[in-house]
């Protein structure tokens, strides 16, 4: 999973629902999906979902309520909001050298709700 900003925030205030980037209105909380992979997955446009972290150090992180929107990501990839989906991230997740968080490769699994 990636996370990404839309048009609407500036750093972690949220001043609206519509991203006119991507033609998402009224809610932050999506998880933007390659279409084969909801067709292989069986999932349907506007399924509501949950996603949890696979990460190696114990701590269950997960969040539901995301809504599935098909998009032109890489297969076998995902994307949602940031800051909505932060709580997926594990600070032990981090780029070497920088040490900045990794939110471009968060490994998660997803399920329908």
């Given at each position: 999973?990636?996370?990404l900003?839309?048009?609407?925030?500036?750093?972690?205030?949220?001043y609206?629902?519509?991203?006119?980037?991507?033609?998402?209105?009224?809610?932050?909380?999506?998880?933007?999906?390659?279409?084969?992979?909801?067709?292989?997955?069986n999932?349907?446009e506007?399924?509501t979902l949950?996603?949890?972290?696979?990460?190696?150090?114990?701590?269950?992180?997960?969040?539901?309520?995301?809504?599935?929107?098909?998009?032109?990501?890489?297969?076998?990839?995902?994307?949602?909001?940031?800051?909505?989906?932060?709580?997926?991230?594990?600070?032990?997740h981090?780029?070497h050298?920088?040490?900045?968080?990794?939110?471009?490769?968060?490994?998660v699994?997803?399920?329908?709700?």
């Open positions: 999973m990636m996370t900003r839309s048009n609407d925030p500036f750093n972690t205030t949220i609206g629902y519509n991203d006119r980037f991507r033609g998402i209105k009224g809610t932050r909380m999506v998880v933007l999906m390659n279409r084969n992979d909801m067709l292989r997955m999932i349907e506007g399924e949950g996603l949890a972290t696979k990460w190696h150090d114990g701590v269950a992180r997960q969040m539901s309520g995301f809504r599935a929107t098909g998009y032109d990501v890489p297969e076998g990839c995902c994307a949602t909001y940031y800051p909505e989906a932060n709580a997926l991230l594990p600070l032990s981090y780029v050298g920088s040490f900045t968080p990794a939110a471009k490769s968060i490994p699994e997803i399920s329908k709700a």
